[in-house]
């Protein structure tokens, strides 16, 4: 007869019983390098874009000229390509912050690329079509970007990318 916690055979087994624990072996650390080395090369994407505008700049015209949207845009895309650059940077050294910062850069360089076509006048529809038309090297960029940012979402927020950053090998006598 079996009781509400199972047959009597099912309580007996397990460690407390003298079976050993279930060994796991060492995660895959595929998807957090892969994830790193993605977001490294998006940092770049993403840095890319302001730091091409403040270099060409003209005499006599500042940041303060340009509209209130359009720098919160290029907040963004900094912002994505330092979280991107550090969050990459982290996750090679197995640190679990560093797969947080992927995260967190990946969504605000999206964001940043939902935004840009909104403050011109063609829409989203005319500013893929001209990114993915791949004419120049800006449009290569935001089209690396706009490929690059949601697998680096992807990858950093999938539970291997957590369970490798997060293993520590456990080694008798050692502190």
């Known amino acids: 007869m079996s009781g509400p916690y199972g047959s ?6 397990g460690p407390a019983h003298g079976e050993p624990p279930a060994r796991r072996g060492r995660p895959s650390g595929a998807t957090a390098l892969v ?19 403040f270099i060409d700049i003209p005499s006599g015209f500042s940041l303060g000229d340009l509209p209130v949207w359009t720098l919160v845009d290029l907040g963004g895309y900094l912002g994505a390509g330092l979280f991107l650059l550090v969050g990459g940077l982290a996750t090679i050294f197995r640190a679990t912050a560093g797969a947080v ?14 935004l840009e076509p909104t403050l011109g006048n063609g829409g989203y529809a ?3 079509e001209v990114v ?5 090297f800006a449009a290569v960029d935001r089209a ?8 680096v979402l992807v990858l950093a927020a999938l539970r291997p990318t ?14």
């Open 126 to 128: 005319a500013y893929f």
């Open 8 to 13: 009597p055979a099912q309580q007996r087994s």
């Open 144 to 151: 690396v970007l706009v490929v690059l940012a949601p697998l």
């Open 35 to 53: 994830a790193a080395l993605l977001g490294l090369v998006a940092a770049g994407a993403a840095g890319y874009l302001p730091a091409t505008l």
């Open 101 to 114: 910062l992927l995260i967190l850069g990946a969504v605000i360089a999206i964001g940043a690329i939902l």
């Open 162 to 175: 957590f369970s490798y950053l997060r293993y520590r090998a456990y080694v008798p006598g050692q502190w």
């Open 132 to 136: 993915f038309a791949l004419n120049g």
